[in-house]
């Protein structure tokens, strides 16, 4: 399943190059890439049934995988989509 640059909304911004993409370990996954361990075991389960929620756990990853450039761009993706949440409030 892929995460970080590999996933939605970053896989828009952030070009891959040739290497393969960061992605969650998926036995029902389609996307062959290098396993980045998610943040909790349940998080690709949850991801699949919350779109949201998965995007932004691509988000931080990103920023945890990312190398700096990739980081401050990914950073304000992040505030953006919190924006949204205050504004549901």
Not at 6 to 29: H, T
Request: net charge positive.
């Amino acid at each position: 399943m892929p995460t970080s640059y590999a996933a939605e909304p970053l896989c828009r911004l952030i070009k891959a190059g040739s290497e393969p993409v960061p992605v969650w370990s998926d036995p029902q996954g389609t996307t062959r890439g290098i396993a980045l361990a998610p943040l909790c075991k349940s998080v690709p389960e949850a991801a699949k049934l919350d779109s949201v929620l998965y995007k932004r756990l691509a988000i931080v990853d990103a920023i945890r995988d990312g190398r700096a450039r990739e980081r401050n761009l990914v950073e304000k993706e992040l505030k953006n989509s919190l924006k949204q949440i205050e504004v549901s409030l």
